[in-house]
Protein backbone atom coordinates (compact mmCIF):
# COMPACT_ATOMS: atom_id res chain seq x y z
CA UNK A 1 0.00 0.00 0.00
CA UNK A 2 2.61 2.45 0.84
CA UNK A 3 4.84 1.85 -2.42
CA UNK A 4 1.14 3.32 -4.15
CA UNK A 5 0.93 6.15 -2.58
CA UNK A 6 4.63 6.51 -2.85
CA UNK A 7 4.05 5.77 -7.07
CA UNK A 8 0.69 8.11 -6.90
CA UNK A 9 2.53 11.19 -4.98
CA UNK A 10 5.66 10.53 -8.11
CA UNK A 11 3.43 10.36 -10.57
CA UNK A 12 1.51 13.67 -9.83
CA UNK A 13 4.86 15.70 -9.07
CA UNK A 14 5.72 14.72 -12.52
CA UNK A 15 2.59 15.55 -14.02
CA UNK A 16 2.83 18.90 -12.14
CA UNK A 17 6.08 19.73 -12.92
CA UNK A 18 5.19 18.68 -16.95
CA UNK A 19 2.39 21.08 -16.62
CA UNK A 20 4.85 24.01 -15.42
CA UNK A 21 7.26 23.68 -18.27
CA UNK A 22 4.16 23.94 -20.88
CA UNK A 23 3.22 27.18 -18.93
CA UNK A 24 6.71 28.35 -20.14
CA UNK A 25 6.34 27.27 -23.34
CA UNK A 26 2.90 29.02 -23.66
CA UNK A 27 4.41 32.34 -22.46
CA UNK A 28 6.68 32.23 -25.08
CA UNK A 29 10.12 31.98 -22.87
CA UNK A 30 10.95 28.23 -23.81
CA UNK A 31 14.37 29.29 -25.57
CA UNK A 32 15.25 31.43 -22.38
CA UNK A 33 18.49 30.43 -20.42
CA UNK A 34 17.29 28.81 -17.15
CA UNK A 35 18.94 31.13 -15.11
CA UNK A 36 16.86 33.52 -16.19
CA UNK A 37 13.79 32.11 -15.95
CA UNK A 38 14.66 31.43 -12.61
CA UNK A 39 15.80 34.54 -11.67
CA UNK A 40 12.77 35.97 -12.98
CA UNK A 41 10.68 33.39 -10.92
CA UNK A 42 12.40 34.76 -7.51
CA UNK A 43 12.29 38.39 -8.15
CA UNK A 44 8.28 37.32 -8.95
CA UNK A 45 7.71 35.33 -5.47
CA UNK A 46 9.09 38.45 -3.70
CA UNK A 47 6.88 41.07 -5.41
CA UNK A 48 4.12 38.90 -4.95
CA UNK A 49 4.97 38.54 -1.42
CA UNK A 50 4.03 42.39 -0.70
CA UNK A 51 1.60 43.77 -3.36
CA UNK A 52 -1.91 42.24 -3.93
CA UNK A 53 -2.24 44.80 -7.33
CA UNK A 54 0.24 42.94 -8.79
CA UNK A 55 -0.81 39.69 -8.08
CA UNK A 56 -4.33 40.71 -9.55
CA UNK A 57 -3.34 42.26 -12.41
CA UNK A 58 -0.73 39.04 -13.32
CA UNK A 59 -3.67 36.81 -12.40
CA UNK A 60 -5.72 38.69 -15.14
CA UNK A 61 -3.24 38.22 -18.18
CA UNK A 62 -2.83 34.79 -17.08
CA UNK A 63 -6.51 34.00 -17.47
CA UNK A 64 -6.76 36.12 -20.96
CA UNK A 65 -4.16 34.09 -22.14
CA UNK A 66 -5.78 31.00 -21.43
CA UNK A 67 -9.00 31.84 -22.38
CA UNK A 68 -7.53 32.21 -25.94
CA UNK A 69 -6.05 29.10 -26.00
CA UNK A 70 -9.01 28.05 -29.12
CA UNK A 71 -7.91 31.03 -31.20
Excluded: H, P, W
Excluded at 8 to 24: F, M, N, P, S
Excluded at 62 to 67: H, S, V
Amino acid sequence: MSRNVTSDARKKDTRDKIELGGLIVKAGLRYEKRALLLGALIDLQKRLQSDDRERSRLTAIGAEAFGNEGE
